[in-house]
């Protein structure tokens, strides 16, 4: 089973509209962490924001924010007013605690396209 | 921020050849590196974790004898694909990550091709 999952391949939003990023886990670690990156064409890999499975608050981070529902596993990424530069691939990726080595596992990605 | 470095960037080499990939966190000591690849137009895939000073653990389907990985220092890890074929032609990418934290700083990425 995937252990991450973005049900989006692709979507185009509208520049100074906001986005939402899908994102679905699945994992019976009660420790874990969900991140989001950014990779716009050049290839590297831009850490956006990060949650906690502990964390109580969602997290937020300038334009971006993390709308986290534990009960639901999922994990989706808001972009608030969107920008032309904000058109890149987005992957969410899941950290398991020490017994798993915490490592990262991703998501198949979205592509955001913003339009002007 | 914590930066990590990659080179070389770009990397041409003809089938059959061995090429070394180097990752270096320049700012802070990591204790562990991860090396994934990606394919065009899909997502990361880890090959294998290193630990400072002990031997990698790869992942399952990984072939160690063909991507040997050292980390010989807190600062510096390389991955070196050994007999190159054209189908390991892809984006190889690091990251690294300090003690007792949960952040991957990830490098630029090294793209290779074989001939």
């Known amino acids: 089973a995937q252990k991450i999952t973005q049900t989006q391949p692709g979507m185009f939003v509208q520049e100074k509209e906001a986005v939402t990023l899908d994102c679905t886990y699945d994992t019976s670690d009660p420790s874990y962490g969900l991140f989001w990156y950014k990779q716009p064409s050049s290839g590297e890999m831009i850490f956006l924001i990060y949650?906690?499975?502990?964390?109580?608050q969602n997290a937020t981070e300038g334009r971006y924010s993390l709308n986290f529902q534990k009960a639901r596993k999922s994990a989706n990424l808001v972009i608030s007013a969107s920008q032309l530069g904000d058109s890149a691939m987005y992957f969410c990726a899941m950290r398991e605690g020490e017994a798993a080595g915490n490592k990262l596992t991703f998501g198949g990605g979205t592509r955001v396209l913003v339009k002007p | 921020g914590a930066v990590v470095s990659q080179h070389p960037s770009r990397v041409i080499c003809k089938s059959g050849t061995s090429v070394k990939i180097e990752c270096r966190s320049l700012d802070f000591q990591a204790t562990t590196m991860f090396w994934y690849r990606q394919f065009p137009k899909q997502s990361l895939m880890l090959m294998a974790t290193?630990?400072?000073?002990?031997?990698?653990?790869?992942e399952q389907g990984v072939e160690k004898d063909k991507f040997l990985i050292n980390h010989a220092s807190l600062t510096l890890s390389t991955l070196t694909v050994t007999s190159a074929h054209p189908e390991d032609s892809s984006f190889y990418i690091c990251?690294?990550?300090?003690?007792?934290?949960?952040?991957?700083?990830f490098g630029p990425g090294t793209r290779l091709t074989v001939t």
């Open positions: 949650q906690g499975s502990y964390d109580q």
């Open positions: 290193s630990n400072e000073g002990s031997k990698a653990t790869y």
């Open positions: 990251s690294a990550r300090e003690g007792g934290t949960y952040e991957q700083y």
